[in-house]
C-alpha cells in the first residue's frame, strides 16, 4: 500500500506545472504573484515563487505562498514579502473559495514570510510565529523592509512592520474544518524560528526552509548546519508522502534529502577536508560543490555558503 501510494505521489508531482525558474523573470504576468496558484493535493495550494533571488520583476515572490481550504476557513503559509503580493494572493483565495482567511502562518522571520503581515492584519487575521522568528522580525524587520524597498520600489506602497499575533515555541495544534495541522518548530536549521506545516491525515509537509531542493540551499551567518543535520532526522521521521519547500515546486522526500541535507554533509565534508589540512578562508571559496552547479543560485551562494560554513566548523 505504500509503494503504491509513494508511486500516486509522483505521478500527482510530475502532473505539476513547470518548476519555477531562476531564468524567467514572471510566470504569471495579469498578477503579482510569479506563479498561479496550483492544487497539490486536494484542499491545499500553493502558488510557487521564482527559485532565484527576489527582483522587482517577481515583487520578492522567490518563496512558495501557500494555503490549506479547510471547510471551515483558509489557513495561510506565508505573509508573503510584501503588501501587494499578500493582496494578490488573498484575490486567488477569493476565486477559489468564499471561506474566509482565519489564520496566516509565518514560517520564519525573513521578509517573504512576514512583510506581507501588513495586509493580513488589515484584514483582522490572526497571524502565528515561532518566538524566534519574532523575536528576528522585531530586531531587524525595518532593515529587512528597508532592503525590500530597494527592489521593489513603488510595489512596496503599504508595506509596513508588522509581527505575529501568536508566537509558540515548540508545537502548535490547529483543528479546522477537515483537517487537523501541526506547526512544528522540529529544531535548528536555515534561519531562527525556521517551522514545518504537517497534515498528518494526508501525509504533506509544507516544509518551509528546512528543505531546498530546486536552488542552492543558502549558508546564512546564523545558520547552524551542523543542528540543521540533526534537525533534518526528525523532520524526515515525519514520514512525508508529500513535500511542498521554502523554494521550488512541490516534490517527495527523497528529492529535498538529496539536495538539502546531503548537500550539507557533503559541503561539511569538503571543509572538513580543507581544516584537515591547514587550509584557509580563501582557500575554502574554492571547495569543489560542482555536483550541485546546476541548482538555481549555484552562482550567487556556492562560495559564500563555503566561507559560512568555514567559518562555523573551525570552533567546533
Known amino acids: 500500500m505504500r509503494q503504491l501510494l509513494i508511486a500516486l505521489c509522483s505521478l500527482i508531482l510530475l502532473a505539476m506545472p513547470a518548476a519555477a525558474s531562476q531564468s524567467i523573470p514572471d510566470q504569471y504576468p495579469q498578477s503579482q504573484l510569479y506563479s498561479k496558484p496550483v492544487e497539490v493535493i486536494p484542499h491545499v495550494w500553493s502558488a510557487i515563487g521564482a527559485s532565484g533571488p527576489p527582483t522587482y520583476e517577481n515583487t520578492g515572490h522567490n518563496n512558495n505562498l501557500s494555503f490549506i481550504v479547510t471547510g471551515d476557513g483558509v489557513i495561510v503559509v506565508n505573509g508573503g514579502a510584501a503588501y501587494v503580493l499578500a493582496k494578490a494572493l488573498h484575490d486567488e483565495i477569493k476565486r477559489i473559495t468564499d471561506q474566509p482567511v482565519k489564520l496566516v502562518i509565518n514560517e520564519s522571520g525573513q521578509g517573504h514570510a512576514m512583510l506581507g503581515n501588513s495586509y493580513w492584519a488589515e484584514q483582522g487575521v490572526a497571524i502565528l510565529a515561532h518566538e524566534d522568528a519574532a523575536a528576528e522580525f522585531k530586531e531587524r524587520g525595518y532593515d529587512i523592509l528597508d532592503r525590500m524597498k530597494g527592489y521593489n520600489r513603488d510595489k512596496a506602497e503599504?508595506?509596513?512592520?508588522?509581527?505575529?499575533?501568536?508566537?509558540?515555541?515548540?508545537?502548535?495544534?490547529?483543528?479546522?474544518?477537515?483537517?487537523?495541522?501541526?506547526?512544528?518548530?522540529?529544531?535548528?536549521?536555515?534561519?531562527?524560528?525556521?517551522?514545518?506545516?504537517?497534515?498528518?491525515?494526508?501525509?504533506?509537509?509544507?516544509?518551509?526552509?528546512?528543505?531546498?531542493?530546486?536552488?542552492?540551499?543558502?549558508?546564512?551567518?546564523?545558520?547552524?548546519?551542523?543542528?540543521?543535520?540533526?534537525?533534518?532526522?526528525?523532520?524526515?521521521?515525519?514520514?512525508?508522502?508529500?513535500?511542498?519547500?521554502?523554494?521550488?515546486?512541490?516534490?517527495?522526500?527523497?528529492?529535498?534529502?538529496?539536495?538539502?541535507?546531503?548537500?550539507?554533509?557533503?559541503?561539511?565534508?569538503?571543509?572538513?577536508?580543507?581544516?584537515?589540512?591547514?587550509?584557509?578562508?580563501?582557500?575554502?571559496?574554492?571547495?569543489?560543490?560542482?555536483?550541485?552547479?546546476?541548482?538555481?543560485?549555484?552562482?550567487?551562494?556556492?562560495?559564500?555558503?563555503?566561507?559560512?560554513?568555514?567559518?562555523?566548523?573551525?570552533?567546533?
Open 158 to 316: 503599504g508595506t509596513k512592520v508588522q509581527g505575529p499575533t501568536e508566537t509558540f515555541t515548540d508545537r502548535k495544534l490547529i483543528e479546522l474544518g477537515k483537517f487537523k495541522i501541526e506547526v512544528l518548530w522540529i529544531g535548528p536549521a536555515h534561519s531562527p524560528g525556521d517551522i514545518s506545516v504537517w497534515l498528518p491525515q494526508e501525509k504533506l509537509v509544507i516544509a518551509g526552509d528546512m528543505a531546498f531542493h530546486e536552488r542552492l540551499p543558502p549558508v546564512f551567518d546564523e545558520t547552524d548546519t551542523a543542528g540543521w543535520l540533526d534537525s533534518w532526522e526528525k523532520f524526515e521521521a515525519l514520514g512525508a508522502l508529500y513535500v511542498i519547500p521554502g523554494h521550488g515546486h512541490p516534490t517527495n522526500m527523497a528529492q529535498v534529502r538529496r539536495y538539502t541535507k546531503d548537500y550539507l554533509v557533503y559541503l561539511r565534508g569538503k571543509i572538513r577536508e580543507l581544516l584537515d589540512d591547514n587550509g584557509n578562508l580563501e582557500d575554502s571559496y574554492e571547495v569543489d560543490q560542482s555536483p550541485y552547479a546546476h541548482l538555481d543560485t549555484f552562482k550567487e551562494l556556492a562560495k559564500r555558503n563555503a566561507g559560512r560554513v568555514f567559518e562555523q566548523m573551525e570552533f567546533e
